[in-house]
Structures are given as structure tokens and as C-alpha cells.
């Protein structure tokens, strides 16, 4: 694994994400596809609480303390309990790309870093650095993915056009 190029990755989507996220109107943030789906504004509240408390985390705690028990974490719950609801997307989202900014900022630091180096959890088992690396690359890939779903979704109940000229969705 070229763990540089997973870095890199990171940071382009960084820039996907400003492509796709911080531009859309105030009904289109917290419009839903359907009632148990998450709305714009809560996925971009969710990534920024996975930059801070889940990934770059997980890493470290792999690197310096592996043996501890890691801090529990909980997305799901967070949606109602950080009252993602009451944020404002557009500050969330600045916080989002500033932490992003600093987990690419600490992987340049990094010297030698040894991504073999595990964490046994207990749900999970054993979990190497390197793996929390590239499930945070593949999330990002997901979360890419919803957010161009919901903004389809969205195109076709706010159009009455036929939209099967673009293509197969």
C-alpha cells in the first residue's frame, strides 16, 4: 500500500468536497429523499466529526498507544445528540475543511510512521493503522457518493422533466 498516495487522495477530496458541498440553497440542505436518510446538512456535520473523532484518532491511537482502549464512538447518535439539525452548514463545513487541512498537515509530519502497528478492538478485532487509512479514503468515497445521490434525488422531485436523457442513473 503507498500510503503517500492515500494522503494525496485525502487531500483531492478535500477539493471535491468543496466542489460539491457549500454552494446549494437552504431547502436543498435539509431536504431528505426519504424520512430515515440523511439530509445534506448532516452528512457535512457527520464528516466533520468523523475528521476530528474517528479516523485521524484511530490512527494515532494506533501509532502511540495501541493497547488502550480507544474512545468510543457513536455517528449514529451524534446526528440527534450534536443537534446536527441546529448547525449552520456553512461554519460546520469551514471547520470540516480547517480539520482536514490539519489531518494532511500531521501526515506530512509523520516520520517513519509504522502503519502495521494494531489496535485490537473488541468488536472488530485487529486493526492496523494502515487500515483505518484506507477505510477513511473509502468513506469519503461513500459519503461523495450519497451526497451526488441526494443531489440526483433531489434534480428529479424538483423537476417535472423527464431526466432519462442524461443517461441511466
Given at each position: ?26 431547502e436543498f ?32 491511537h494506533c ?107
Amino acid at each position: 500500500m503507498i500510503h503517500k498516495d492515500l494522503f494525496l487522495q485525502l487531500a483531492r477530496n478535500k477539493e471535491i468536497f468543496h466542489g460539491i458541498l457549500p454552494h446549494d440553497s437552504e431547502e436543498f440542505q435539509t431536504w431528505r429523499f426519504h424520512p430515515d436518510k440523511w439530509c445534506l446538512k448532516e452528512i457535512v456535520c457527520h464528516l466533520l466529526d468523523e475528521e476530528r473523532e474517528d479516523f485521524r484518532s484511530r490512527i494515532k491511537h494506533c501509532f502511540e498507544t495501541p493497547d488502550e482502549p480507544m474512545p468510543p464512538i457513536n455517528p449514529q447518535a451524534w446526528v440527534m445528540e450534536r443537534d446536527y439539525m441546529g448547525r449552520n452548514i456553512q461554519n460546520t463545513y469551514s471547520e470540516f475543511r480547517k480539520e482536514r487541512e490539519n489531518s494532511i498537515a500531521w501526515f506530512i509530519s509523520l516520520v517513519e510512521p509504522n502503519w502495521k502497528s494494531t489496535h485490537h478492538h473488541p468488536q472488530l478485532g485487529a486493526v492496523s493503522a494502515e487500515k483505518f487509512l484506507a477505510n477513511w479514503v473509502e468513506h469519503d468515497f461513500l459519503h461523495i457518493r450519497q451526497i451526488f445521490t441526494l443531489k440526483h434525488q433531489y434534480l428529479a422531485h424538483t423537476t417535472s422533466e423527464d431526466l432519462s436523457y442524461a443517461g441511466n442513473w
